[in-house]
């Protein structure tokens, strides 16, 4: 049986032009590439289980590894639980530090360090759209590894007050 071509969209970025993500749920790959930013790839180790609600098919740091540009980095998920913040996701390479947290319903918001460089939005199929805040200057590097987590994790979330109301709802009876 053949498999299943592997999703792949291009996004026409306004700072870093065309950025090619390819998202593999099945096998747990997402690559992240283009003219202007370096090569990231994000796997799930071969043989793991895959939950389907998460588009690499897992948060378990564990049996996740990734590069840039060929060379390792650091990966640190949060458990994601019921808060925004139990999303997030932490990269650390070459000195730099990078984290996506939700911060609306439908998009996440990438720091690097403190510093917010902008705002990603992604449904879970590859599709990666980056709003960028030209104030704080990202680079290529920031660019790659924001595609990539976004495309790798999914973006967004819903504030607690919103979760509370829907457990609360399901619970009345009729």
């Given at each position: ?9 291009v ?12 998202l593999?749920g099945?096998?747990?790959?997402v690559v ?10 994000l ?5 793991t289980?895959r939950?389907?609600?998460v ?7 564990a049996?996740?590894?990734l ?44 720091l690097?360090?403190r ?32 595609y990539?987590?976004?495309a ?12 509370a ?6 619970l009345?009876?009729?």
């Amino acid at each position: 049986m053949p498999k299943d071509p592997t999703p792949e969209s291009v996004t026409d970025d306004d700072l870093f032009g065309a950025i090619t993500v390819r998202l593999d749920g099945r096998e747990g790959e997402v690559v992240v590439e283009g003219a202007s930013v370096p090569r990231v790839v994000l796997r799930r180790t071969t043989g793991t289980d895959r939950a389907d609600h998460v588009p690499i098919g897992t948060r378990d740091g564990a049996v996740l590894t990734l590069t840039v540009d060929g060379a390792p980095a650091e990966l640190d998920l949060a458990r994601g639980r019921v808060t925004r913040r139990s999303y997030r996701v932490d990269v650390r390479y070459a000195g730099r530090s990078w984290r996506l947290v939700p911060g609306s319903i439908p998009s996440s918001r990438l720091l690097r360090g403190r510093e917010r460089l902008g705002d990603f939005s992604s449904g879970g199929d590859g599709r990666v759209f980056a709003e960028w805040r030209r104030d704080a200057a990202p680079d290529a590097r920031d660019a790659a590894v924001g595609y990539a987590l976004a495309a790798a994790f999914g973006t967004g979330g819903q504030p607690m007050w919103m979760m509370a109301l829907e457990l609360a709802g399901d619970l009345l009876p009729g």
